[in-house]
């Protein structure tokens, strides 16, 4: 199996080649700043090359959906120079002082009680520093390699032109000819991002990004208020999308070309075959419960 060295920075991360991950497509604080990866794959797996598990938690967890368990789990990996993974969303099918090499089995992951009812299973990753390893805050950067950015760049396609996988109610699954990609000023960016859902999101710039709109085509479908020393642009959704009658927001990821479809006002998707998004202008975006303003944003990334 080859891995895809993904991330590098605080420590080096790495992504089976027929997984895929996200940095910023979610609303809690670590991600709007591409400092937390989610790594979608079959099971949990080591995702660094060498460590020795140190803490084991079982906590209670929310119930933003039916089909979840009661409970959540925490795996802290020593992975040496002072940094520690936090791993959440994994049942533990290892105990403290197992040493672990990568890819090497860690544990099977579940479907969260802090998932969103279209949310897929992953497992979420960390790199903290030893001694602060378990609080919401204080994640260490991320920095996408050079091989993530390649992989990227090959596959962008600017086109919302999907074909419909599968559909269950509300929520779709849609495929793109290739990686999600905007326009950020005269710049490319692989879009990471549940727009307008989550209100905020990000792009992974491919080249030198600035402050500016994201779009597709020539449709805008977010402004970039930010921008991180780790590529990321933080985009703040403007746009709903529409296909046919039904009023969506996406979900995008990296190393895919799965697209999520959620219906915004609770309506069955009905659509089917090739579908062709169009932005349109949407007055219900808001921004996590966590962040009142993109000030607050500033004041949370200077925290980090």
């Known amino acids: 199996m080859r891995w895809v060295h993904a991330l590098e920075g605080s420590t080096d991360i790495y992504v089976g080649p027929h997984d895929y ?9 670590p991600h709007i700043v591409g400092y937390a990866v989610d790594i979608y794959a079959p099971q949990a ?11 084991v938690i079982e906590f209670p967890a929310p119930r933003n959906r039916p089909d979840s368990p009661p ?3 925490l795996i802290n990996i020593d992975i040496g120079a002072g940094k520690v993974l936090k791993i959440l969303h994994v049942e533990p099918g290892v105990k403290v002082g197992d040493l672990l090499m990568l890819g090497d089995y860690i544990g099977e992951i579940i479907v969260s009680g802090f998932l969103r009812p279209w949310s897929d299973p992953h497992m979420h990753v960390e790199v903290r520093r030893e001694g602060d390893e378990v609080r919401a805050l ?3 950067r991320l920095t996408p390699s050079e091989e993530l950015l390649r992989l990227l760049r090959r596959e962008c396609v600017h086109s919302l032109k999907l074909r419909l996988v ?4 509300t ?3 849609a495929e793109a000819d290739g990686q999600i990609c905007v326009r950020v000023g005269d710049a490319e960016a692989a879009l990471d991002a549940g727009i307008p859902h989550y209100g905020i999101g990000g792009a992974l710039c491919l080249e030198e990004c600035s402050i500016g709109l994201a779009s597709v085509g020539s449709a805008a479908i977010g402004e970039v208020s930010l921008l991180k020393d780790n590529g990321v642009a933080l985009v703040k959704a403007l746009t709903a999308f529409t296909a046919r009658n039904t009023l969506l927001g996406i979900g995008t990821y990296l190393m895919s070309r799965k ?3 959620v219906s915004l006002r609770g309506t069955p998707i009905n659509e089917q075959g090739v579908i062709e998004l169009y932005p349109v202008p949407y007055e219900g975006t808001k921004l996590p419960r966590w962040l009142r303003s993109v000030d607050d944003l ?4 200077n925290k980090q």
């Open 171 to 173: 929520f779709g699954v």
């Open 298 to 301: 500033v004041r949370y990334v």
């Open 71 to 73: 409970s959540d789990y």
């Open 21 to 29: 991950l996200s940095m910023t497509n979610s609303p809690y604080p």
């Open 45 to 55: 797996y080591m995702p660094a090359e060498k460590g020795v598990v140190r803490r």
């Open 166 to 169: 599968s559909r269950s109610g």
């Open 138 to 140: 204080g994640s260490l």
């Open 259 to 261: 697209v999520k479809l």
